[in-house]
T-cell receptor, first 115, second 117 residues
């Protein structure tokens, strides 16, 4: 079974500050990992994904994440927060093979950006 | 990129009635689609995996007779909430994956907000 834990249900940063959203996973097989962003009453938009290529993954809107197998982590970062980054962020893990696309989500982290 | 369209975006229904939600892959074929449910201020929970031409696979604890899933074509899956009750009020989101492409993620619809009164 797979699971995802996001540390911190709420993160608050100032505009221009570093964004760090934490995600740890548990998986018995090498995982595929994803970060999604969700704005109120909307679906999910993919920020980035790790599928066993480079461990440092760059995504859209200046976000990136690093896969660290030894720490079973996949933390999301952005060097400088913008007001438009305020949203809820979900880390997710997927199985491989025929079950690829079937996602287990973390609890979500609400990011607030202060001017 | 691949587009998944969900309809309706929101629906209000009376308790005891049934509601159908559609999930369409607009520019690719999806032999598999996934249905998730999101309660307010909570994460997404997988309800079922919809397989074209065969029965859906439901997650533990999800009532298959209450949440009917039909995947009649390669571009359409429907979720019907039967005899809806207020506790079924939630945000329902589908996703679909282009099975013809390796290592591509599933794309999400915009979600359907269901309110049962």
């Amino acid at each position: 079974a797979q699971s995802v834990t996001q540390l911190g249900s709420h993160v608050s940063v100032s505009e221009g500050a570093l964004v760090l959203l934490r995600c740890n996973y548990s998986s018995s097989v090498p995982p595929y990992l994803f970060w999604y962003v969700q704005y109120p009453n909307q679906g999910l938009q993919l920020l980035l994904k790790y599928t066993s290529a480079a461990t440092l993954v760059k995504g859209i809107n200046g976000f990136e994440a690093e896969f660290k197998k030894s720490e079973t982590s996949f933390h999301l970062t952005k060097p400088s927060a913008h007001m438009s980054d305020a949203a809820e962020y979900f880390c997710a893990v997927s199985e491989r093979g025929t079950s690829y696309g079937k996602l287990t989500f973390g609890q979500g982290t609400i990011l607030t950006v202060h001017p | 990129g691949a587009v998944v369209s969900q309809h309706p975006s929101w629906v209000i229904c009376k308790s005891g009635t049934s509601v159908k939600i559609e999930c369409r892959s607009l520019d690719f074929q999806a032999t598999t689609m996934f249905w998730y449910r999101q309660f307010p201020k909570q994460s997404l929970m997988l309800m079922a995996t919809s397989n074209e031409g065969s029965k859906a696979t439901y997650e533990q604890g999800v009532e298959k007779d209450k949440f009917l899933i039909n995947h009649a074509s390669l571009t359409l899956s429907t979720l019907t909430v039967t005899s809806a009750h207020p506790e079924d009020s939630s945000f329902y989101i589908c996703s679909a994956r282009d099975q013809g492409l390796k290592n591509t993620e599933a794309f999400f619809g915009q979600g359907t907000r269901l309110t049962v009164v």
